[in-house]
């Protein structure tokens, strides 16, 4: 009876092991179908929202998303779930580089002009480290293609909504924009608020567009992902932006240099190519679009019909040409391949000859007028030679690093170099060059480490082209194209401060130094220790930490504004004074309150707290003409007199001033 009754138990342990075994395996299967998908599908959405929110370049927008990001790596690696792999040497060479930046950019608060600038720069670089690390841990193996698509679908999502802000601009749009820079009436600029910044974030995407296209399995998918194309165009069009022209540019023939299926590659460009010229006829057939900022609703709607007819045309007919590509197998010999490279050079070379590099040379770096923005938009400015001055920008940023080239002048202190030294007129915030601005701000270190970041993708994704199936070197190939778009772009203008493009380019990073570029059998890795998910995961909460504290002053200090625009002096006055006690280093809340104590009449406690703002931010020319007002208002003349002397120094060529030079 004993032997029975355990042979009954043994088989019943059996049994369930068997149905726990298959529980797991159906809820593995269904793991693997969903799970793979459910991380591009967020990526796609964050893209869209992230750019959705005004770029994300406020402070309140940058910060939360490197809150929920951080958030996202403490709780995954104190819980094991991160990292779910070995992290490949590239990502760990580019995470490094990127602390070591940050860290930097945080050490330079101790010269900067302003420590607040410093940490908002240290966060800023916080944020693109934190895209870096979950990007390149949550991506499973073999997977960029799929992160690649969704990170298109994001961008496009965008430019359906500008196009649509364009086309009724009182639906859509932000009107506060045209009124503070006439330009933008003229130049589609929303929902990231700034021309080049739209033309560039959607440019990133024709290069990952033509590679999803090209690696379609079906004939109908090569055409889906043909659609957006001429959207985008018809949007980088509307901008007027020559960072667009010229990122798209890139993009595409890096695309079409590095890619896998060439004849393929270069059908699908002239298809797209082809959609895009007829998007961009039909939208200058309607003059009211690009001359007035906005048409009739008529007219609007015939354009939005029109451009969605130009995406169907293009898809359908690379699909069709795709359609016949599967059922003739047409083989190009390699004379005819080097033949038709030999014409295009040649036909470059030629177009090249018509144009007077040295002419150019000197139309770009001309003295502008002035820096405000031509109200004018479309052909104007695209066929301009005007470098609206940033050559101008660019040499006084190698000033900035002549005077101080180990260490910089500081994160963030270009402003405050070019107000006192710049040879234009007009308030500048960067130097429109991440490199040369990073070299005057932080030094030789500094720019080594943003080459070594940026290097590292580039260098890595081209090495891994080499030993990959043509398959995967087409989705290599896109990203790489993108990536190194908008590496040539920072040069020339400020996109790694506009949160949105560089979180999609960042993002493309990771996609390259991770593992999900890499080839081969997956390393999987034992899990952390307990101290060391402990110790990661801490970090992690002291970084969200950091992040918080400014981005709760400011919040502290926005509602003092508003308290104080509705009359209630009192309760703006006590939000300011929260937002100084969780920002003591700032000069921003010391500010509020001297501004508040005078329109409250308190005008010796105003002289006080903007003695206070100087004190965190004495190169703030600024905050110097506040204390002249107050000075003046007290009846300290003298006092006033050298207030407004500083003010003079710190920034001589302010049009403010142009009655007292």
Same mark, same amino acid.
């Given at each position: 009876?004993?032997?029975?009754?355990?042979?009954?138990?043994?088989?019943?342990?059996?049994?369930?092991?068997? #149905?726990?075994?298959?529980?797991?395996?159906?809820?593995?299967?269904?793991?693997?179908?969903?799970?793979?998908?459910?991380?591009?599908?967020?990526?796609?959405?964050?893209?869209?929202?992230?750019?959705?929110?005004?770029?994300?370049?406020?402070?309140?927008?940058?910060?939360?998303?490197?809150?929920?990001?951080?958030?996202?790596?403490?709780?995954?690696?104190?819980?094991?779930?991160?990292?779910?792999?070995?992290?490949?040497? &590239?990502?760990?060479?580019?995470?490094?580089?990127?602390?070591?930046?940050?860290?930097?950019?945080?050490?330079?608060?101790?010269?900067?002009?302003?420590?607040?600038?410093?940490?908002?720069?240290?966060?800023?670089? !916080?944020?693109?480290?934190?895209?870096?690390?979950?990007?390149?841990?949550?991506?499973?193996?073999?997977?960029?293609?799929?992160?690649?698509?969704?990170?298109?679908?994001?961008?496009?999502?965008?430019?359906?909504?500008? @196009?649509?802000?364009?086309?009724?601009?009182?639906?859509?749009?932000?009107?506060?924009?045209?009124?503070?820079? &006439?330009?933008?009436?003229?130049?589609?600029?929303?929902?990231?608020?700034?021309?080049?910044?739209?033309? !560039?974030?959607?440019?990133?995407? +024709?290069?990952?567009?033509?590679?999803?296209?090209?690696?379609? *399995?079906?004939?109908?998918?090569?055409?889906?992902?043909?659609? &957006?194309?001429?959207?985008?165009?018809?949007?980088?069009?509307?901008?007027?932006?020559?960072?667009?022209?010229?990122?798209?540019?890139?993009?595409?023939?890096?695309?079409? %240099?590095?890619?896998?299926?060439?004849?393929?590659?270069?059908?699908?460009?002239?298809?797209?190519?082809?959609?895009?010229?007829?998007?961009?006829?039909?939208?200058?057939?309607?003059?009211?679009?690009?001359?007035?900022?906005?048409?009739?609703?008529?007219?609007?709607?015939?354009?939005?019909?029109?451009? %969605?007819?130009?995406?169907?045309?293009?898809?359908?007919? /690379?699909?069709?040409?795709?359609?016949?590509?599967?059922?003739?197998?047409?083989?190009?010999?390699?004379?005819?391949?080097?033949?038709?490279?030999?014409?295009?050079?040649?036909?470059?070379?030629?177009?090249?000859?018509?144009?007077?590099?040295?002419?150019? +040379?000197?139309?770009?770096?001309?003295?502008?007028?002035?820096?405000?923005?031509?109200?004018?938009?479309?052909?104007?400015?695209?066929?301009?030679?005007?470098?609206?001055?940033?050559?101008?920008?660019?040499?006084?940023?190698?000033?900035?690093?002549? %005077?101080?080239?180990? *260490?910089?002048?500081?994160?963030?202190?270009?402003?405050?170099?070019?107000?006192?030294?710049?040879?234009?007129?007009?308030?500048?915030?960067?130097?429109?060059?991440?490199?040369?601005?990073?070299?005057?701000?932080?030094?030789?270190?500094?720019? %080594?480490?943003?080459?070594?970041?940026?290097?590292?993708? !580039?260098?890595?994704?081209?090495?891994?082209?080499?030993?990959?199936? &043509?398959?995967?070197?087409?989705?290599?190939?896109?990203?790489?194209?993108?990536?190194?778009?908008?590496?040539?772009?920072?040069?020339? #203008?400020?996109?790694?401060?506009?949160?949105?493009?560089?979180?999609?380019?960042?993002?493309?990073?990771?996609?390259?130094?991770?593992?999900?570029?890499?080839?081969?059998?997956?390393?999987?890795?034992?899990?952390?220790?307990?101290?060391?998910?402990?110790?990661?995961?801490?970090?992690?909460?002291?970084?969200?930490?950091?992040?918080?504290?400014?981005?709760?002053? #400011?919040?502290?200090?926005?509602?003092?504004?508003?308290?104080?625009?509705?009359?209630?002096?009192?309760?703006?006055?006590?939000?300011?004074?929260?937002?100084?006690?969780?920002?003591?280093?700032?000069?921003?809340?010391?500010?509020?309150?001297?501004?508040?104590?005078?329109?409250?009449?308190?005008?010796?406690?105003?002289?006080?707290?903007?003695?206070?703002?100087?004190?965190? #931010?004495?190169?703030?020319?600024? @905050?110097?003409?506040?204390?002249?007002?107050?000075?003046?208002?007290?009846?300290?003349?003298?006092?006033?007199?050298?207030?407004?002397?500083?003010?003079?120094?710190?920034?001589?060529?302010?049009?403010? /001033?142009?009655?007292?030079?």
């Amino acid at each position: 009876m004993t032997v029975e009754r355990d042979r009954t138990t043994r088989r019943e342990r059996r049994l369930d092991a068997l #149905d726990e075994f298959a529980t797991a395996g159906a809820r593995t299967s269904a793991q693997t179908r969903v799970l793979p998908l459910l991380g591009p599908a967020l990526a796609a959405v964050a893209v869209f929202w992230i750019a959705f929110d005004g770029g994300s370049y406020s402070l309140q927008s940058r910060s939360a998303t490197a809150i929920v990001l951080l958030w996202l790596l403490s709780v995954g690696t104190l819980s094991g779930l991160l990292p779910l792999h070995r992290a490949a040497t &590239p990502l760990v060479v580019c995470t490094a580089s990127l602390a070591a930046f940050a860290a930097l950019a945080a050490l330079s608060a101790r010269w900067a002009p302003s420590v607040e600038k410093a940490v908002y720069e240290t966060n800023r670089i !916080v944020l693109y480290l934190a895209v870096v690390v979950v990007v390149g841990l949550v991506t499973r193996r073999g997977s960029a293609a799929v992160w690649s698509r969704a990170i298109a679908v994001g961008i496009t999502g965008v430019a359906a909504v500008a @196009l649509t802000s364009y086309a009724a601009p009182n639906t859509l749009g932000e009107p506060l924009l045209s009124e503070l820079i &006439p330009a933008a009436a003229y130049r589609l600029s929303y929902p990231l608020n700034y021309w080049n910044g739209l033309a !560039v974030f959607s440019a990133l995407a +024709f290069p990952l567009l033509l590679g999803a296209a090209v690696g379609a *399995r079906s004939p109908a998918g090569a055409g889906a992902w043909i659609a &957006p194309i001429p959207l985008l165009a018809a949007v980088v069009y509307l901008t007027a932006s020559r960072g667009g022209i010229l990122t798209s540019v890139v993009g595409v023939f890096l695309f079409l %240099a590095l890619t896998a299926r060439r004849w393929r590659a270069a059908v699908a460009t002239a298809v797209a190519a082809a959609g895009a010229t007829l998007a961009v006829a039909i939208i200058r057939a309607q003059p009211p679009l690009v001359a007035d900022g906005g048409a009739e609703p008529a007219a609007a709607g015939n354009v939005t019909i029109l451009v %969605a007819v130009a995406c169907l045309t293009a898809a359908a007919a /690379f699909a069709g040409i795709a359609a016949l590509q599967a059922r003739i197998r047409i083989t190009v010999p390699s004379k005819v391949s080097i033949a038709a490279l030999v014409v295009v050079v040649l036909a470059l070379l030629a177009a090249a000859a018509r144009v007077d590099p040295a002419a150019g +040379f000197e139309r770009f770096r001309s003295v502008p007028s002035d820096l405000e923005y031509p109200e004018s938009g479309g052909e104007t400015h695209l066929l301009s030679g005007s470098g609206n001055g940033r050559w101008q920008m660019w040499v006084s940023a190698v000033e900035a690093f002549r %005077a101080a080239p180990l *260490r910089g002048q500081g994160a963030g202190a270009f402003e405050y170099w070019w107000a006192q030294n710049g040879s234009l007129p007009g308030f500048v915030l960067d130097a429109h060059s991440l490199y040369l601005e990073t070299l005057g701000e932080l030094g030789f270190p500094g720019l %080594a480490m943003v080459l070594i970041i940026l290097g590292t993708g !580039v260098v890595t994704g081209v090495v891994r082209l080499r030993n990959t199936r &043509p398959d995967t070197r087409v989705t290599l190939a896109a990203i790489v194209g993108g990536f190194g778009a908008y590496v040539v772009e920072v040069a020339f #203008d400020w996109m790694w401060e506009l949160t949105a493009v560089t979180v999609v380019a960042f993002a493309l990073l990771a996609l390259l130094v991770g593992e999900a570029s890499a080839s081969g059998e997956p390393e999987w890795r034992a899990p952390l220790r307990p101290s060391m998910r402990a110790a990661t995961s801490m970090t992690c909460l002291v970084l969200v930490l950091v992040q918080a504290v400014p981005m709760l002053a #400011d919040a502290n200090v926005r509602t003092s504004r508003a308290r104080a625009e509705a009359g209630d002096i009192a309760g703006a006055m006590a939000a300011a004074r929260e937002a100084h006690s969780l920002q003591p280093y700032s000069a921003t809340p010391p500010l509020q309150l001297a501004l508040l104590s005078e329109s409250a009449g308190h005008l010796g406690f105003a002289e006080v707290w903007i003695r206070a703002a100087i004190s965190r #931010d004495e190169q703030n020319w600024r @905050l110097w003409i506040v204390a002249a007002r107050i000075q003046t208002k007290r009846g300290d003349i003298e006092a006033a007199t050298r207030s407004l002397d500083r003010a003079l120094a710190l920034s001589p060529r302010s049009p403010l /001033f142009a009655s007292l030079r």
